[in-house]
């Protein structure tokens, strides 16, 4: 991975070293999954994957916010927002500081 961050590029490299498809089919791969992924998420379908977590869209309805600057209040409108929960597995494996490199679930 490149720094702190797995990038598309380090996934898809990822699946290339691992599975054995081509560079241009892995990357093709890992397009398509977070495609499929996206997909649903927009259509408001949560996406749960096994031993790693749920993805969810929440509605949040209308509140007043304030502006930390100058304390005005400041109308904020109703949204759709991504949230992640950890399955107890991914909890355990950051918290414990497992990588999982060696393919194994938790």
Request: net charge positive; no cysteine.
């Amino acid at each position: 991975m490149t720094g702190n961050t797995a990038t598309r590029a380090d996934l898809s490299e990822a699946v290339y070293r691992e599975v054995g498809l081509s560079r241009s089919e892995s990357a093709q791969l890992v397009e398509t999954i977070l495609g499929r992924i996206s997909d649903a998420l927009v259509r408001g379908e949560n996406v749960k994957i096994s031993s790693f977590g749920t993805f969810t869209v929440r509605e949040k309805g209308p509140r007043m916010g304030r502006n930390p600057k100058t304390g005005e209040e400041v109308p904020i409108g109703p949204r759709r927002v991504l949230v992640f929960r950890p399955s107890h597995i991914m909890k355990e494996r950051v918290n414990s500081g497992n990588s999982g490199a060696d393919g194994g679930a938790g």
